[in-house]
T-cell receptor
Framework: GNSVTQMEGPVTLSEEAFLTINCTYT??????LFWYVQYPGEGLQLLLK?????DKGSNKGFEATYRKETTSFHLEKGSVQVSDSAVYFC??????????FGQGTELSVKP | GAGVSQSPSNKVTEKGKDVELRCDPI?????LYWYRQSLGQGLEFLIY????????KSGLPSDRFSAERTGGSVSTLTIQRTQQEDSAVYLC???????????FGPGTRLTVL
């Protein structure tokens, strides 16, 4: 079956540090891949997406590249800010569009 | 414009009672999904409606859970004879016909005492 595995948190970084949150997936066919973010006290928001192999999604300084050969979609940001503190969810969707989520990674950025 | 709305935002109920959770999707969106977010299980798919097709109920955890979508718009998720393990945040999302981004509502936090 389809599944998503992402690195466990919490991840604690200092402001301006480099961020990587690993995400790997197992899926039949050619899923679309997503990163969702949940800021404290808020709902889930789409951060970025990629719909086919080698696509790069980007938004708010975050990037992730759809790597079919390694079945990965790692999230990166060159310089994190305190305001990036949130829980990040990697997800895939294929037939029917229903999302399969990873377990979430909590990021805490300290000034 | 208006996003996905859900009501109530919080619901506290006693074990064994029935509850109804409501979702109003974005106008014109054709597909509607229910998920739940709990500490032990993370984010789980529950049920999916697409137009007039039969819903995909493959994620419903037991026959105490049911959902309907009236007129292709508003959806109600019903949990009968609630149990403490049903405590979670229930999320609704909708998606337009032309895209694959799901827009999530704020959720309903259900607490079963």
């Amino acid at each position: 079956g389809n599944s998503v595995t992402q690195m466990e948190g919490p991840v604690t970084l200092s402001e301006e540090a480099f961020l990587t949150i690993n995400c790997t997936y197992t899926a039949t066919g050619y899923p679309s891949l997503f990163w969702y973010v949940q800021y404290p006290g808020e709902g889930l928001q789409l951060l970025l997406k990629a719909t086919k192999a080698d696509d790069k999604g980007s938004n708010k300084g975050f990037e992730a590249t759809y790597r079919k050969e390694t079945t990965s979609f790692h999230l990166e940001k060159g310089s994190v800010q305190v305001s990036d503190s949130a829980v990040y969810f990697c997800a895939l969707a294929n037939q029917g569009g229903k999302l399969i989520f990873g377990q979430g990674t909590e990021l805490s950025v300290k000034p | 414009g208006a996003g996905v709305s859900q009501s109530p935002s919080n619901k506290v109920t006693e074990k064994g009672k029935d509850v109804e959770l409501r979702c109003d999707p974005i106008s014109g969106h054709t597909a509607l999904y229910w998920y739940r977010q709990s500490l032990g299980q993370g984010l789980e798919f529950l049920i999916y409606f697409q137009g007039n097709s039969a819903p995909d109920k493959s994620g419903l955890p037991s026959d105490r859970f049911s959902a309907e979508r009236t007129g292709g718009s508003v959806s109600t998720l019903t949990i009968q004879r609630t149990q403490q393990e049903d405590s979670a945040v229930y999320l609704c999302a909708s998606i337009p016909a032309w895209g694959n981004e799901q827009f999530f509502g704020p959720g309903t936090r259900l607490t079963v005492l």
